[in-house]
């Protein structure tokens, strides 16, 4: 260890991306793992942890179990909660995200989040943890994202390493962001819906999935390969999105509905509204709020296509009773099909009363 | 040969020698036609002359090194300098003037995306062709290929990008952009003009005569079972071929993985490509990033450290156009032909709470990858050896 690579933060440079010797085998194979101090490090306003845990199994309308694994908070009731849970912050704040890997290693990238190289969550140019690290971050940009483990990518985030995450302008949950004037324009909301899109391929879940390192070191493990089964919302397959109350939402005349739509599939998502909306937010970043884009008002029906990770924030008012139906299809990134011969739709609805 | 060991061996030697050893995996089956005049580099920007010497390609098969070392037929379009898939530049209003030379066995083609007088239907083996000739258009990025049996000859590598700059590109304000004046919107406009002026935009404007800040990256896929069943004159092409594919490597400028930026022991198998892929510039210093997709897949390019600014796309005939809503995105889609011009600002990373870090030191860096996780491999695993690589950021503009 020389002295010069060593900070003030005790940190070994060397022994992680930011200074160590990046080979072909520490890009891929055996990236860097440590369980360094923050650099860097405030006193956070707001603190999140996350236990990582891997005995998840769902069972699906038609029997069959598939395998996940998930970011559990340990405060939280809820064990291997699918998707992970929501982590919740207002612009401005010092956040702290202190991950526990258990058993084997992975990281957190809060996507979207534009922190430091070390606070990024990608081994190859930081590390990856080992034991424990805490996450650091201050988010600028109020909107729509979401966090997920950033080791052996392809498998971690398709077994359910994944959870949405929002910032909120400091005004809180209502408002999409600060304005100093009243009754600013697509500034204020009564009904919230965060819709995480998922697909799952019961091969990559069960078979794949026994390991977690899986084609890490050059095994052809057919992850180029992926052909989902399988269709949720917000962790509810297909079959009951439609009324399930942690999807399909209840808005009364008058009120202003923001559905925040994330991603979180292998598939390019095709979604239509069966009313107009209003795109206020694309990738966290508010539309409208530089000179040079605006928000987009969709037509009734018109298919609005996001591909992996995307998130786009749409915002309606709920004028008269009855229902809006919003229907979502997972389309192949190759050929553009319905996935599952064209068995990989989810239709949902906002009833308006 | 496995892949990791190359590298082993190639690590004690110099890094010449090593780049040396893999340019040899890059080589045609035949010998290419006699270097007449050396054309000029062609990601340098060409003079302001009308006229350009005659450019000369030649369509040759080879076999080419994967990151995983499995070896791989492919065909290219190459320059008599040996150069494979090389970027062509012009300037709007020259005259453009190529010629093909069709060294398979097979026939081939030539046509450029949005400039449809650019095309050759057919070039049979053995034969030489001269695209039409014609004045280079409106100033972006455009995409060559081979439209022959489409789209196997694409997917086996016969494409490439074709540059424009344009002849006036400044925009009222005065500020450079890469576009033709007649093209920009008010958006397009405001982007460019913000660059040294915006507060949060403090630094350079975005420099045209700096190749350090215009970047290609040429995306594409390859399926080696189809490659291999090509070689063996096994053709599928149309919805048969689309219905079959599943690519196993996944490149950007034909390179994958740790091969797409530079490292600080062991080169990439090809430094002057990943040099080129690889952005680097302090905090100030916006850079273009011309995104095309070459293959069969829609890809979700997803940029770390930066949102960016989605500047153009290609109309219903392939003709680039500036956008009159310049998204901020950290994913955007690129579908099969698609080309978009991404400009990536190079701000202050927004999310770090001491800026500049006291503690962890530049240069920060930051993956682009794509983000439908399957392009993130090689070889069916190996992450993260797929389309994937890196931007550094050097400095901040200012220290206190």
Same mark, same amino acid.
């Given at each position: 260890m020389c002295a010069d690579t060593v900070s003030s933060s005790g940190i070994d440079w060397t022994k992680t991306g930011v200074k160590g010797d990046t080979n072909f085998q520490t890009f891929g194979c055996n990236?860097?793992? *440590?369980?360094?101090?923050?650099?860097?490090?405030? /006193?956070?306003d707001i603190s999140f942890v996350r236990q990582v845990v891997s005995s998840g199994q769902l069972t699906a309308p038609n029997g069959a179990r598939l395998r996940y694994w998930a970011f559990e908070d340990p405060a939280n009731p809820v064990k291997t909660p699918y998707p992970s849970p929501l982590i919740r912050v207002r612009e401005g704040q010092v956040v702290h995200v202190k991950?526990?890997?258990?058993?084997?290693?992975? /990281?957190?990238?809060?996507?979207?989040?534009?922190?430091? /190289?070390?606070?990024d969550g990608v081994g190859h140019v930081s590390f990856e943890v080992k034991n424990e690290y805490t996450y650091q971050?201050?988010?600028?940009?109020? !909107? /729509?994202?979401?966090?997920?483990?950033?080791?052996?990518?392809?498998?971690?985030?398709?077994?359910?390493?994944? !959870?949405?995450?929002?910032?909120?302008?400091? *005004?809180?949950? !209502?408002y999409l962001y600060s304005s100093p004037v009243q009754n600013a324009p697509n500034q204020r909301y009564q009904v919230e819906r965060l819709w995480v899109c998922d697909d799952m391929d019961i091969r990559w879940h069960n078979v794949i999935g026994q390991n977690h390192d899986a084609g890490q070191c050059g095994e052809n493990v057919g992850m180029n390969r992926f052909e989902p089964q399988y269709f949720l919302i917000n962790g509810v397959f297909n079959n009951y999105t439609l009324t399930d109350q942690k999807v399909a939402a209840t808005a009364r005349i008058g009120e202003t509905v923001l559905i925040r739509l994330l991603n979180a599939s292998y598939s390019i998502l095709r979604v239509t509204f069966q009313t107009t909306v209003t795109c206020v937010s694309c990738d966290g970043h508010r539309l409208g709020k530089e000179a040079w884009n605006a928000p987009i008002v969709f037509p009734a029906n018109t298919p609005i296509e996001l591909t992996s990770a995307a998130r786009l924030d749409f915002l309606f008012k709920a004028t008269r009773p009855g229902v809006i139906g919003v229907k979502i299809e997972f389309l192949h990134w190759i050929t553009r099909r319905v996935q599952d011969y064209g068995r990989g739709v989810a239709k949902t609805q906002i009833v308006v009363s | 040969m496995d892949r990791r060991d190359f590298i082993k061996i190639g690590a004690g030697a110099t890094t010449v020698t090593l780049a040396a050893a893999a340019q040899q995996f890059i080589t045609p089956q035949a010998t290419p036609l006699a270097v007449v005049t050396p054309?000029? =580099?062609?990601? =340098?920007? #060409?003079?302001? =002359?009308?006229?350009?010497?005659e450019r000369q390609l030649v369509i040759e098969p080879v076999e080419k090194e994967m990151i995983d070392g499995k070896m791989v037929y492919m065909v290219f379009y190459f320059l008599t300098t040996g150069q494979a898939q090389p970027p062509l530049r012009y300037r709007e209003g020259d005259l453009v003037s190529i010629s093909i030379t069709n060294n398979d066995i097979v026939p081939h083609g030539f046509a450029i995306t949005g400039i449809p007088q650019a095309t050759i239907a057919a070039i049979p083996p053995g034969e030489t062709r001269l695209v039409p000739s014609f004045a280079a258009p409106v100033g972006g990025s455009y995409l060559y290929h081979d439209p022959y049996d489409a789209p196997l000859n694409r997917i086996l590598g016969l494409h490439g990008a074709f540059i424009? @700059?344009?002849? %006036? &590109?400044?925009?009222?304000? &005065?500020?450079?952009?890469?576009?033709?004046?007649a093209m920009h919107t008010p958006q397009i406009a405001a982007v460019f003009d913000a660059f040294g002026r915006h507060p949060r935009f403090p630094g350079d404007s975005w420099k045209p005569q700096d190749p350090a800040r215009d970047k290609l990256w040429l995306f594409s896929q390859t399926d080696s079972t189809i490659n291999a069943r090509a070689a063996a004159g096994v053709r599928i092409s149309g919805q048969a071929l689309i219905d079959a594919f599943l690519p196993d490597y996944f490149h950007i400028n034909g390179l994958s993985g740790f091969d797409t930026a530079v490292h600080? #022991?062991?080169? #990439?198998? @090809? %430094?002057?490509?990943?040099?080129?892929? +690889?952005?680097? &510039?302090?905090? &100030?210093?916006?850079?273009?990033?011309?995104?095309?997709?070459a293959g069969l897949c829609t890809h979700s390019a997803h940029i770390h450290g930066n949102h960016l600014f989605e500047c153009t796309e290609p109309d219903a005939s392939g003709v680039p156009y500036c956008e009159t809503n310049v998204y901020e995105r950290d994913v955007w889609i690129m579908r099969p032909m698609d080309r978009k011009d991404m400009?990536?600002?190079?701000?202050?990373?927004? @999310?770090?709470?001491?800026?500049?870090?006291?503690?962890?030191?530049?240069? %920060?860096?930051?993956?682009?990858?794509?983000?439908? +996780?399957?392009?993130?491999?090689?070889g069916g695993g190996n992450y993260p050896q797929g389309l994937v690589t890196h931007w550094k950021m050097t400095s901040p503009i200012y220290t206190f």
């Amino acid at each position: 260890m020389c002295a010069d690579t060593v900070s003030s933060s005790g940190i070994d440079w060397t022994k992680t991306g930011v200074k160590g010797d990046t080979n072909f085998q520490t890009f891929g194979c055996n990236v860097f793992q *440590e369980s360094p101090p923050t650099p860097d490090r405030l /006193t956070p306003d707001i603190s999140f942890v996350r236990q990582v845990v891997s005995s998840g199994q769902l069972t699906a309308p038609n029997g069959a179990r598939l395998r996940y694994w998930a970011f559990e908070d340990p405060a939280n009731p809820v064990k291997t909660p699918y998707p992970s849970p929501l982590i919740r912050v207002r612009e401005g704040q010092v956040v702290h995200v202190k991950l526990l890997t258990a058993k084997n290693q992975h /990281t957190i990238h809060h996507h979207g989040i534009e922190p430091s /190289t070390m606070n990024d969550g990608v081994g190859h140019v930081s590390f990856e943890v080992k034991n424990e690290y805490t996450y650091q971050w201050k988010p600028s940009n109020p !909107g /729509t994202y979401f966090y997920h483990c950033h080791r052996n990518t392809p498998l971690h985030f398709e077994m359910g390493m994944f !959870g949405g995450l929002i910032v909120d302008p400091p *005004e809180g949950p !209502g408002y999409l962001y600060s304005s100093p004037v009243q009754n600013a324009p697509n500034q204020r909301y009564q009904v919230e819906r965060l819709w995480v899109c998922d697909d799952m391929d019961i091969r990559w879940h069960n078979v794949i999935g026994q390991n977690h390192d899986a084609g890490q070191c050059g095994e052809n493990v057919g992850m180029n390969r992926f052909e989902p089964q399988y269709f949720l919302i917000n962790g509810v397959f297909n079959n009951y999105t439609l009324t399930d109350q942690k999807v399909a939402a209840t808005a009364r005349i008058g009120e202003t509905v923001l559905i925040r739509l994330l991603n979180a599939s292998y598939s390019i998502l095709r979604v239509t509204f069966q009313t107009t909306v209003t795109c206020v937010s694309c990738d966290g970043h508010r539309l409208g709020k530089e000179a040079w884009n605006a928000p987009i008002v969709f037509p009734a029906n018109t298919p609005i296509e996001l591909t992996s990770a995307a998130r786009l924030d749409f915002l309606f008012k709920a004028t008269r009773p009855g229902v809006i139906g919003v229907k979502i299809e997972f389309l192949h990134w190759i050929t553009r099909r319905v996935q599952d011969y064209g068995r990989g739709v989810a239709k949902t609805q906002i009833v308006v009363s | 040969m496995d892949r990791r060991d190359f590298i082993k061996i190639g690590a004690g030697a110099t890094t010449v020698t090593l780049a040396a050893a893999a340019q040899q995996f890059i080589t045609p089956q035949a010998t290419p036609l006699a270097v007449v005049t050396p054309p000029p =580099s062609p990601m =340098s920007l #060409s003079t302001l =002359s009308t006229t350009v010497a005659e450019r000369q390609l030649v369509i040759e098969p080879v076999e080419k090194e994967m990151i995983d070392g499995k070896m791989v037929y492919m065909v290219f379009y190459f320059l008599t300098t040996g150069q494979a898939q090389p970027p062509l530049r012009y300037r709007e209003g020259d005259l453009v003037s190529i010629s093909i030379t069709n060294n398979d066995i097979v026939p081939h083609g030539f046509a450029i995306t949005g400039i449809p007088q650019a095309t050759i239907a057919a070039i049979p083996p053995g034969e030489t062709r001269l695209v039409p000739s014609f004045a280079a258009p409106v100033g972006g990025s455009y995409l060559y290929h081979d439209p022959y049996d489409a789209p196997l000859n694409r997917i086996l590598g016969l494409h490439g990008a074709f540059i424009v @700059d344009p002849a %006036l &590109g400044t925009t009222v304000a &005065g500020s450079p952009t890469p576009f033709s004046r007649a093209m920009h919107t008010p958006q397009i406009a405001a982007v460019f003009d913000a660059f040294g002026r915006h507060p949060r935009f403090p630094g350079d404007s975005w420099k045209p005569q700096d190749p350090a800040r215009d970047k290609l990256w040429l995306f594409s896929q390859t399926d080696s079972t189809i490659n291999a069943r090509a070689a063996a004159g096994v053709r599928i092409s149309g919805q048969a071929l689309i219905d079959a594919f599943l690519p196993d490597y996944f490149h950007i400028n034909g390179l994958s993985g740790f091969d797409t930026a530079v490292h600080t #022991s062991t080169a #990439s198998a @090809d %430094l002057a490509a990943a040099e080129a892929i +690889e952005p680097v &510039g302090r905090q &100030g210093q916006p850079t273009l990033l011309r995104v095309m997709n070459a293959g069969l897949c829609t890809h979700s390019a997803h940029i770390h450290g930066n949102h960016l600014f989605e500047c153009t796309e290609p109309d219903a005939s392939g003709v680039p156009y500036c956008e009159t809503n310049v998204y901020e995105r950290d994913v955007w889609i690129m579908r099969p032909m698609d080309r978009k011009d991404m400009l990536l600002p190079f701000e202050r990373p927004p @999310d770090i709470p001491v800026w500049p870090p006291k503690q962890e030191p530049f240069p %920060l860096r930051y993956v682009m990858h794509c983000h439908t +996780e399957m392009s993130q491999t090689a070889g069916g695993g190996n992450y993260p050896q797929g389309l994937v690589t890196h931007w550094k950021m050097t400095s901040p503009i200012y220290t206190f």
